[in-house]
């Protein structure tokens, strides 16, 4: 993760010189803030990825002398299929449509669509756990 982190800390700096001269140059805030949100977003990238090579060390595919078993690991969790997007694409079209008809049907529509993001959320959160007696 040292060479992404290096890479995104370069893309970060390119924007941060870019914002200072086209604030300077142009006098335009909204191109300038454009331009130091995504300096932001490349400084959090590049800060995640040190951080995670100072936790982690070296991956196997930073190292020449790796071999392919060396970054296997264990099979993730993976879910089968569920119910929930249907019922935040639901509620965000109810809301959606509320928006034009009224109110009331943005209310119900934000009320299925907090629903549907909060059973993606809980859907899962026993996985862990053991049987209940």
Request: aromatic letters at 16%.
């Amino acid at each position: 993760m040292k060479a992404e982190s290096l890479f995104f800390g370069g893309v970060a700096l390119f924007f941060a010189g870019t914002a200072a001269l086209y604030g300077w140059w142009a006098r335009e805030p909204a191109g300038s803030a454009v331009l130091a949100v995504a300096f932001l977003m490349a400084a959090l990238i590049s800060f995640f990825t040190a951080v995670q090579y100072r936790r982690k060390g070296r991956r196997p595919q930073d190292r020449a002398d790796a071999e392919v078993a060396d970054g296997a690991g264990p099979v993730e969790f993976f879910p089968s299929g569920s119910a929930w997007p249907v019922v935040t694409a639901l509620g965000f079209a109810v809301a959606a449509l509320g928006v034009v008809y009224g109110l009331w049907l943005f209310l119900i529509g934000c009320a299925v669509l907090a629903r549907g993001v909060a059973g993606f959320a809980f859907q899962y959160v026993d996985r862990g756990a053991g049987p209940r007696d």
